[in-house]
C-alpha cells in the first residue's frame, strides 16, 4: 500500500517587490528629529505625485488603447513609488534606518530599502477599467486600517462638523517600536517583521491600484523584511517508485543471530538551501535624468493650472449661454418670507469691486431685481437706498434679515414703520407691482441696502426674489480663458512628452 503526502509546489511570486535591511539599525533618539529631516524629501514628492498621477492618467488611456504600459511612464511611477517607501523606511512607516534616503527615482542596491515592480509585457484592457476603483475596494478597505488616513462627518441638532484622523496600525507600532528602542536601544525584532510585512500590503495595492500589474494582490500577510521568494502551495508528492531500488539506495545489511532486526543503513543528510532575500535587479542605468524628471514634473503642474484655466473658461461661457435671460445672468433666486414689516438686507457693499465711480458698472453692468409675491395682497414694493438711510428707516422696525439660505434668515422684533416706503425719497431706484415688481439699476461704489416690503407699509409678505446682472465681460473672459488654458495645456504636453520620449530612450545595460 502506498501513501500520498502534500508537499509544496513552487508557484512565481506576487511582481511588487518590497525590501528592507535583514536588521533594523535605528538609533535610539533620532527618530525624534526625522519629521524635520524628511521635510525636503516631502516637498519634492508633493511634487513627484502630482507628476505621477498625470502620468498614471496617461498610462491608463495607453492601456486601454494599446494594452501596455509605456516603459517610461513605468519606470518614472515606479521610481515615485521606491522613493515614498524609501523616505517612509527611513522616517515613520518603519524607522528601519538612520541612513538618509537618496534623492532619485533609481534604485539604490547599498540602500537598506528596495522597491521594484516586474515590467507586465501585456495588461488586460477590461480589467484597466475596473481594477483601480472596483476590484480594489476591499484592499483599500484594509489599507486604510493599516495606513489610517481619512476623515468623518458627524452632525448635532444645529451644524455639521467635519473631523480629521491618522494614525493606524503601522503608525501605532512603530510608536510602539519607538518607544521600546529608546528604552533598551534595541527594535524588537518580531515588530519590525511585522511592520515590513504591512507595508509591504500597502505597497503592492499601491502598485495595483497604479494600473503597474494586472496581479491581484494576495490578502496574505509576508512577514519580515525579505520577499519570499515563492508562493508555496501544497500538492501531493509523487507515487513512490515501483521496482528494484535504485544504485544509489543504502544497502540493506542482515543481522547476525540474536541480534536485533534487520535495518537499513541511515541515508545521507540533503542539505536544503536557505531562502534568499530578493535583490533588486539593478543592471540598466535608469532613463530618468534629474533634468527629465524636473521636466516632466513642470510639465505635469503646467498641465494642471492649464486644465484649471480651461474648464474655468468653459464654465464662463457655459454660465453665458445658459444662464443669461433677457440679457440677465441669474445671481440669486431665492424665497423670502416675513412675518414683520420688510425683508432688507443692507450690506451690499461694492467698494470692493472698484475703487472708481464708473468701474462697478463695467463689472456688473446694469442689474436687475424681480420680486413676485406669493399668494394674494396688496402690491409689492422693492427699492435702494443707501444703508445708512434704511437702517434709519428700519430703525425699530419687526423684519427679516435673510441669511445664506432660507434656514438662516434672522427676525428682528419691532414695530411697524412710522410711512410706508413709498413716501420716502431717499430711494436710488424702487419699483412697485401687483403680483410682483421689477426694478432695474446701474450699480454705483457704494454701501447699499435692498428692502422688500408690502407698498402700503403692511405686515406679513411671501415672495420669491431673482437678481441678475448683465457681466457684460462673461462671454469674451469664457473664450480669452479657454484659449488660453488649451495653449497652456499644449505646452505642458509637449514638455511631458519630450521628457518622457528621452527617457524611453535608454543606453546600454552597464557590466
Not at 543471530?257 to 534568499?276: D, E, I, R, S
Amino acid at each position: 500500500m502506498t501513501t500520498a503526502t502534500l508537499s509544496p509546489t513552487a508557484q512565481p511570486r506576487y511582481p511588487v517587490h518590497v525590501d528592507g535591511a535583514t536588521t533594523p539599525t535605528g538609533s535610539r533618539w533620532l527618530w525624534l528629529v526625522k519629521w524635520l529631516l524628511v521635510i525636503p524629501h516631502i516637498i519634492v514628492l508633493t511634487v513627484l505625485w502630482i507628476a505621477f498621477a498625470v502620468l498614471s492618467i496617461v498610462a491608463f488611456v495607453a492601456i486601454l488603447v494599446t494594452g501596455h504600459y509605456p516603459r517610461a511612464l513605468f519606470e518614472f511611477n515606479a521610481g515615485v513609488l521606491r522613493w515614498s517607501w524609501r523616505v517612509s523606511y527611513y522616517a515613520y512607516g518603519a524607522l528601519g534606518t538612520d541612513r538618509y534616503p537618496p534623492f532619485t527615482l533609481a534604485e539604490v542596491p547599498d540602500y537598506p530599502a528596495h522597491f521594484e515592480v516586474d515590467y507586465p509585457e501585456h495588461l488586460s484592457r477590461g480589467l484597466v477599467l475596473v481594477k483601480w476603483w472596483l476590484l480594489a475596494l476591499p484592499h483599500y478597505v484594509v489599507v486604510g486600517l493599516l495606513v489610517g488616513t481619512g476623515s468623518w462627518i458627524a452632525t448635532d441638532d444645529t451644524r455639521w462638523r467635519t473631523s480629521w484622523g491618522e494614525g493606524g496600525l503601522i503608525g501605532l507600532l512603530v510608536l510602539v517600536a519607538a518607544v521600546v528602542l529608546g528604552v533598551t536601544g534595541t527594535y524588537p525584532r518580531p515588530l519590525y517583521d511585522l511592520v515590513l510585512g504591512l507595508n509591504r500590503w500597502v505597497l503592492r495595492v499601491a502598485a495595483y491600484a497604479a494600473l503597474m500589474t494586472d496581479a491581484y494582490p494576495p490578502f496574505r500577510l509576508d512577514l519580515g523584511p525579505h520577499e519570499p521568494d515563492v508562493m508555496a502551495s501544497l500538492s501531493p508528492d509523487p507515487a513512490p517508485p515501483t521496482g528494484p531500488a535504485p544504485s544509489s539506495a543504502a544497502p540493506m545489511t542482515a543481522a547476525p543471530a540474536g541480534a536485533a532486526p534487520m535495518t537499513a543503513a541511515p541515508l545521507a543528510a540533503t542539505p536544503v538551501a536557505a531562502p534568499t532575500p530578493s535583490t533588486p535587479t539593478a543592471a540598466v542605468r535608469p532613463g530618468w535624468t534629474p533634468g527629465r524628471t524636473v521636466a516632466v514634473v513642470l510639465g505635469a503642474l503646467v498641465s494642471i493650472v492649464a486644465l484649471t484655466i480651461a474648464v474655468g473658461g468653459g464654465a464662463l461661457l457655459v454660465a453665458d449661454r445658459t444662464m443669461r435671460h433677457d440679457g440677465y445672468v441669474t445671481v440669486l433666486d431665492r424665497p423670502v418670507d416675513t412675518a414683520g414689516y420688510a425683508v432688507s438686507a443692507t450690506s451690499l457693499d461694492l467698494q470692493t469691486i472698484a475703487s472708481g465711480n464708473d468701474i462697478a458698472d463695467r463689472v456688473l453692468g446694469r442689474m436687475r431685481i424681480q420680486v413676485t409675491r406669493q399668494g394674494s395682497g396688496p402690491d409689492v414694493f422693492v427699492g435702494i437706498a443707501p444703508s445708512a438711510d434704511v437702517e434709519r428707516y428700519l430703525s425699530g422696525v419687526a423684519r427679516t434679515v435673510p441669511g445664506r439660505r432660507a434656514s438662516l434668515d434672522r427676525d428682528i422684533a419691532g414695530a411697524a414703520p412710522s410711512t410706508p416706503p413709498t413716501a420716502l425719497d431717499t430711494w436710488v431706484a424702487r419699483a412697485t407691482g401687483s403680483p410682483g415688481a421689477e426694478l432695474s439699476w446701474s450699480p454705483r461704489n457704494g454701501d447699499w441696502g435692498l428692502v422688500v416690503m408690502n407698498a402700503d407699509g403692511s405686515a406679513a409678505l411671501s415672495a420669491n426674489v431673482v437678481a441678475g446682472a448683465e457681466l457684460p465681460w462673461l462671454g469674451t473672459a469664457g473664450t480669452v480663458l479657454l484659449v488660453v488654458g488649451l495653449l497652456v495645456l499644449a505646452l505642458g504636453v509637449v514638455m511631458v512628452s519630450v521628457a518622457v520620449l528621452r527617457a524611453s530612450t535608454r543606453p546600454a545595460a552597464q557590466p
